[in-house]
């Protein structure tokens, strides 16, 4: 069972940036793939960016060139800093740890993007 704890979000004007947080404890953290979604209210979750167990990253097109996950093994945890914050970035960000058929959630953290 692997517990995943987000932090870093807030309130942030347009333009500006945010660097989330996923802290993760309870299993082996650099076998997971881990990947931050957001859900907007009204709207179904949808992909950010994600990072593998080897570091590979892939970005939804409207994370590309504007932010960047990264992981820290051995803190057990991955980032993901978000630059040149539009409004439509306002959402509750998640990150899930998967691997295999074993996938976990965090409870999520509150991105505002608003002047």
């Known amino acids: 069972q692997v517990q995943l704890v987000e932090s870093g979000g807030g309130l942030v004007q347009p333009g500006g940036s945010l660097r989330l947080s996923c802290a993760a404890s309870?299993?082996?953290?650099?076998?997971?793939?881990i990947n931050w979604y957001r859900q907007a209210p009204g709207k179904q979750r949808e992909l950010v960016a994600g990072?593998?167990?080897?570091?590979?990253?892939n970005y939804a097109n409207s994370a590309k060139g504007r932010s960047t996950i990264s992981r820290d093994n051995a803190k057990n945890t991955v980032y993901l800093q978000m630059n040149s914050l539009k409004p439509e970035d306002t959402a509750v960000y998640y990150c899930?740890?998967?691997?295999?058929?074993?996938?976990?959630w965090g409870q999520g953290t509150q991105v505002t993007v608003s002047s």
């Open positions: 899930s740890a998967a691997r295999g058929k074993d996938k976990y």
């Open positions: 309870g299993g082996i953290f650099s076998m997971y793939t």
């Open positions: 990072i593998s167990s080897f570091g590979f990253t």
